[in-house]
Nanobody
Framework: EVQLVESGGGLVQTGGSLRLSCAAS????????MCWFRQAPGKEREGVSC????????NYIESVKGRFTISSDNAKNMVFLQMNSLKPEDTAVYYC???????????????WGKGTLVTVSS
């Protein structure tokens, strides 16, 4: 079956760094756009960053530009999110996701991971 398994979340201090990993299986990884979404308690889920080898682009929401970097290793079916200069407002559950659009919105996501919690202390 399709699986997206996130890892790398945890508790860090303001200004610290984390690297999230997502291991994918059960679908044609190279065809899909891979994204990271996040959701804080009581807030809507928002797209953070996507990477697409088929469309040849990456993108980020404005609030993380210059701090986060998305990358992938297609040979290993993995996608990563390097997060630097973390802020308390980055605190959320981060989800790995796969869709067929260049920059899928929520309803355009076909597969979701279960999420990994990132907590940034003040």
């Amino acid at each position: 079956e399709v699986q997206l398994v996130e890892s790398g979340g945890g508790l860090v201090q303001t200004g610290g760094s984390l690297r999230l990993s997502c291991a994918a299986s059960g679908f044609t990884f190279d065809v899909y756009t891979m994204c990271w979404f996040r959701q804080a308690p009581g807030k809507e889920r928002e797209g953070v960053s996507c990477i697409s080898s088929s469309f040849g682009n990456t993108n980020y929401i404005e609030s993380v530009k210059g701090r986060f970097t998305i990358s992938s290793d297609n040979a290993k079916n993995m996608v990563f999110l390097q997060m630097n200069s973390l802020k308390p407002e980055d605190t959320a559950v981060y989800y790995c996701a796969a869709g067929l659009q260049p920059t899928p919105y929520y309803d355009g996501i076909d597969y979701w991971g279960k999420g990994t919690l990132v907590t940034v202390s003040s």
